[in-house]
């Protein structure tokens, strides 16, 4: 097994802890633990990676930008693939209350005045965008989005794809930047 993919199953468990050490506390009540969570699982995903990147350049067979960018993208493959399996087996069967409740705190924010006043508002400000659409016909959208992206297996494809887009974009910006200290000291 590469070393790529030992660092992406290591960030892996260690997610994982995250998450059933969140969930164990509780705070997975919080309506905006998803948001916190994902800031989590982010800085593992772009650690690890560095931590990848770095430990292969080190090696001269590996020291070319396109075998630490390959070995950054296995990582990130790894850690995405698993992390929106275990995404989708906790929406799923861990904690299937959580998306449940998470989408009825946000029908109910699309039904608040407030809501109702900032759609109202929008509307008036734009007439010609949204000519043929009433504030209901928003909301009931918004709503119809809501149920739609609350399943698991809308969160496994989101999460995949998210983290797939964060890894490889972090595994250039941070191959980009090992390539040029390796140049500029002589690394």
């Given at each position: 097994m590469s070393k790529s993919i030992k660092i992406g199953i290591a960030a892996v468990?260690?997610?994982?802890?995250?998450?059933?050490?969140?969930?164990?506390?509780?705070?997975h009540d919080?309506?905006?633990?998803s948001a916190i969570s994902f800031m989590f699982h982010s800085f593992v995903l772009v650690t690890s990676v560095a931590i990848t990147i770095i430990?292969?350049?080190?090696?001269?067979?590996?020291n070319d930008i396109i075998s630490q960018l390959?070995?950054?993208i296995k990582t990130t493959s790894v850690y995405a693939i698993l992390m929106s399996s275990f995404f989708f087996s906790y929406n799923k069967w861990i904690n299937p209350d959580y998306m449940e409740n998470r989408r009825n705190h946000l029908i109910?924010?699309?039904?608040?005045?407030?809501?109702?006043?900032?759609?109202?508002?929008?509307?008036n400000a734009n007439p010609e965008y949204y000519e043929?659409?009433?504030?209901?016909?928003?909301i009931d959208n918004q709503q119809e989005?809501?149920?739609?992206?609350?399943e698991p297996k809308v969160i496994f494809a989101l999460s995949l794809f998210s983290l797939m887009i964060l890894g490889m974009g972090f595994s250039l910006i941070i191959s980009l930047i090992n390539r040029l200290f390796q140049k500029r000291f002589n690394l």
């Open positions: 468990v260690v997610s994982i802890l995250f998450e059933m050490i969140t969930f164990g506390y509780g705070l919080n309506i905006n633990s430990s292969i350049s080190k090696h001269k067979d590996f390959k070995s950054g109910e924010l699309t039904n608040a005045s407030k809501t109702k006043e900032a759609i109202e508002k929008e509307i043929t659409e009433s504030s209901e016909d928003l989005s809501i149920n739609t992206t609350r």
